[in-house]
């Protein structure tokens, strides 16, 4: 149980194009889910919480127009990085909470999407 | 602040024990993880221990939190060569915002 899936699972991509990753939970429900980017030997930085509903809530210095987070419904989050450009490239690791995960606060994670933009 | 620390690499000959270690500085926390992540994928739960447990075992992972020292470690019994990846200690700061602060992760190799 508790199955995260992404897509795409590795994407190239032209700079000044726009890509959107996926990030569905499969079998259970998810009012929370986050995005995270991870570079190379180093450890994940959270982007953002995405919420069921409502607009997503950005950490500071990540660019909310650039990064662009939908979570349209209990089962998916989509997010687009727009305007892509070199320095985006990275792992793009999304992670879910259970709708009634109880009160571990456990969080389940997509198995990442590596993106290069060219 | 928050901030959580691991050593980043640690080699140990199969069969034998391994211990990671992970200090945090944020005494709210009031669950703490251990994820591991295999190259080019994402991170796989193995455990986690609630701020007022001094251990936990499961199988060939026993979990220690020292909360005066704010240490965790993860130690792994007769360590196998699958289990070579890189492991994560996390923690939730505040509970309710589901927000994980993750360590620098610790890459563990495993020698035949």
């Known amino acids: 149980g508790a199955v995260v899936s992404q897509h795409p699972s590795w994407v190239i991509c032209k700079s000044g194009t726009s890509v959107k990753i996926e990030c569905r939970s499969l079998?259970?429900?998810?009012?929370?889910m986050f995005w995270y980017r991870q570079f190379p030997k180093q450890s994940l930085m959270l982007m953002a919480t995405?919420?069921?509903?409502?607009?997503?809530?950005?950490e500071q210095g990540v660019e909310k127009d650039k990064f662009l987070i939908n979570h349209a419904s209990l089962t998916l989050s989509t997010l687009t990085v727009t305007s892509a450009h070199p320095e985006d490239s990275s792992f793009y690791i999304c992670?879910?909470?259970?709708?009634?995960?109880?009160?571990?606060?456990?969080?389940?994670f997509g198995p990442g999407t590596r993106l290069t933009v060219l | 602040g928050e901030d959580v620390e691991q050593s980043l690499f640690l080699s140990v000959r199969e069969g034998d024990s391994s211990v990671i270690n992970c200090t945090y500085t944020?005494?709210?926390?009031?669950?703490l993880y251990w994820y591991k992540q295999e190259p080019g994928a994402g991170l796989q739960l193995l455990t986690y221990?609630?701020?007022?447990?001094d251990m936990k075992q499961d199988q060939r992972l026993t979990v220690l939190l020292n909360k005066k020292d704010k240490h965790l470690s993860l130690r792994i019994a007769d360590t196998q060569t699958g289990d070579s990846a890189i492991y994560f200690c996390?923690?939730?700061?505040?509970?309710?915002?589901?927000?994980?602060?993750f360590g620098t992760g610790t890459r563990l190799k495993v020698l035949a």
């Open positions: 996390a923690e939730t700061p505040v509970s309710g915002t589901y927000k994980y602060i």
């Open positions: 992670s879910a909470k259970p709708l009634l995960a109880g009160a571990t606060d456990t969080q389940y």
């Open positions: 079998d259970f429900q998810a009012t929370t």
């Open positions: 995405s919420n069921e509903g409502s607009k997503a809530t950005y």
């Open positions: 944020d005494s709210s926390s009031t669950y």
């Open positions: 221990i609630f701020s007022n447990m």
